[in-house]
Structures are given as C-alpha cells and as structure tokens.
C-alpha cells in the first residue's frame, strides 16, 4: 500500500516538471527571439550593410590608333608596367613611306611657292611699266602727238598686265593654300608614324591580353587593358539606407576571397544618380505600367587600410557596413 502511494507521488512530480519545463522553454526562446530582434533593430539603425557591393579600379583598355601588323610585343598576361613603357610596335614601313611622299610634295610645293612669288614680282614691274607708258600715251594723245594706234596698244598692254598680275597672285595664293594642306599632311603621317609604337599611359597590370606578336590589328580594336592598384569598392545601398549616409563615415570591409579578414574604410562620395537612372536605357516612368521599386544609390567606399600585401582586385564580391549613427 506504501509502495503505490509513493509510486503515485513520484509520478505526479514527474508529471509537474513536464509541465513546467513545457511553460519556460517557449517563454526563453521566446525572450531570446525577442532581444535578438531588439539587437537587430538598434543594429540597423546604427550600420547600414549590402552585399550588392564589389572592388572597382580604374582599369584602360588599350586600342591601336593605326591599323597593321604587330612586330614586336613586349608584355606578357599580368604584368607590371610603369607609365611610359613600349609594350607594342605595329610595323611603320607604310607610315614611314607615306611621311616620305609628303614631305617630298611640301618641299616641291615651297619650290613652286618661290617661283611664283618671283612671277608676281615679275608681274607686279610689268604692271608698273604698262600703267606708266598708257599715263604718257594717254597725255600724248590728247594733246595730238602720239597716234590712236599707239595710245590703243599702250592700253592694251596695261590690260593684259593687270590680268597678268591677277593671275600670278591667284597661283601664288593657291600654292599657299596647298602648302597648309600639305604641312598638315605630313603632321598627319608623323603622327600615325608615332601610334607605330603604344607606350602604357599609367602604372599598373596588363590584363585582358588577346594580341600576340603577328597579329594583324585594326583600329580600335581592343588588344589589352591596364589595371592600377589604386581600388576601392563600389557599394550599391537601397534608396531607404541611405537618408544619413555621408562622406567620412567609417566602414567595415569584408572580401569575400579573405573569409572573416575585415578591412577598414570610409564613405568617399554618393552618387549623384541611382543605378538605374545612370545606365544605358533609364527607365521612363510617366507610364501606365508604373511599378515602384526600391532604387539602388552607388556609393564610393575607399580603403584606409594598407591592402598592398592582398589580392584586391577589380570585380571581387565585398559586404561593406556603414556606421551612420555615433562616433
């Protein structure tokens, strides 16, 4: 009889902290949501973070300004260069051919120049000798000593010696025009002379390489590109993040290829268009079909950490949070 009264007695306490422990188990995760939430709401009002966020740097696409074949090739895929390197000649013979045949028509066209500046000298006598004998013929005739056929033939000369005239200033001014053409001709083959030979326009990394020695190239054409170490990163926020975002705020910087390495940061300009409104075709939105969507703002995150001794390079994923509240 004791033995069942104690076996109730154990059950029933068995059977109360059951329910107890059903109570408190909901109430603590409950609690633990409750300031999880709690922390998350004073988080984001404090920091601002997106992983619509990449590395971007100013990287050169080199195009030939002149067309022909590579002969000689002075770089390799990935590698460094210091502003003013050669890394390309295209073959110059054509370019150095055309530069002779200009210069070779310049001189015969200054040739030409002197010749007749000297023939409107020439002119200019013949018309000062014409209008000089046509003035006395002139005053002969009237006063009945010299013949009408003299006085018609004086005329006549000063006539032609004025065409004359004319017609060797004309020469004179053409042949200058077609100096200046000329001269303008033969800077246009030194410079096509020069694009030859591509020089690299800043330090940085050969990347994009799709020339090799042989190649015949065109203008224009892509045949490499420049990459500086100078990077930053290129953080996409949505419109409602942005309301307290300003330059100078600290940022933490986590890479993606760096695991949980954080780097450090600040804003260094908003800009001054949302995504959408800066790329090629921009919505237009005073249409029927309107539908509201969260805009994306671009926001210029730069380095204040030392990265020379990572591997940040343009295009790597990044989740940048910005503190926007306190100090």
Do not use: C
Not at 35 to 53: E, P, W
Not at 65 to 79: A, H, T, W, Y
């Amino acid at each position: 009889m004791e033995e069942n009264i104690a076996e109730v007695i154990k059950e029933e306490d068995t059977r109360h902290i059951f329910e107890k422990k059903r109570v408190i188990v909901p109430l603590i995760t409950a609690v633990i949501l409750l300031v999880l939430g709690l922390i998350v709401s004073v988080n984001s009002i404090f920091y601002k973070s997106t992983d619509d966020a990449f590395v971007d740097g100013h990287i050169i696409t080199v195009a030939p300004r002149v067309s022909g074949p590579v002969i000689k090739l002075n770089i390799e895929d990935n590698q460094e260069v210091k502003k003013g390197d050669l890394l390309l000649e295209i073959d110059p013979k054509d370019y150095e051919t055309k530069l002779k045949q200009s210069k070779a028509k310049l001189e015969e066209a200054r040739a030409a120049l002197v010749s007749a500046g000297n023939q409107v000298e020439k002119s200019f006598s013949e018309l000062d000798f014409a209008r000089n004998d046509y003035n006395r013929y002139s005053q002969m005739y009237e006063k009945g000593i010299a013949s009408t056929q003299d006085y018609d033939s004086s005329k006549t000369k000063l006539t032609a010696a004025k065409s004359e005239n004319k017609s060797a200033q004309a020469r004179y001014d053409e042949l200058t025009a077609s100096i200046k053409k000329l001269e303008a001709e033969v800077e246009e083959n030194e410079l096509n002379l020069s694009y030859t030979k591509i020089y690299a326009s800043q330090d940085g990394k050969i990347t994009h390489r799709t020339v090799e020695q042989g190649n015949y190239v065109q203008i224009a054409q892509p045949l490499f590109a420049i990459a500086k170490d100078d990077v930053w990163v290129v953080a996409n926020f949505k419109e409602t993040q942005v309301a307290n975002m300003k330059k100078g705020q600290s940022v933490k910087i986590k890479i993606d290829a760096y695991g949980h390495k954080v780097f450090n940061g600040k804003v260094d300009s908003l800009q001054m268009a949302s995504g959408a409104k800066a790329s090629l075709f921009p919505p237009e939105n005073a249409v029927g079909s309107y539908v509201k969507i969260v805009q994306r703002i671009p926001v210029k995150i730069i380095f204040t950490d030392d990265i020379s001794g990572y591997n940040v390079i343009p295009g790597m994923s990044v989740v940048p949070t910005v503190k926007v509240r306190g100090k």
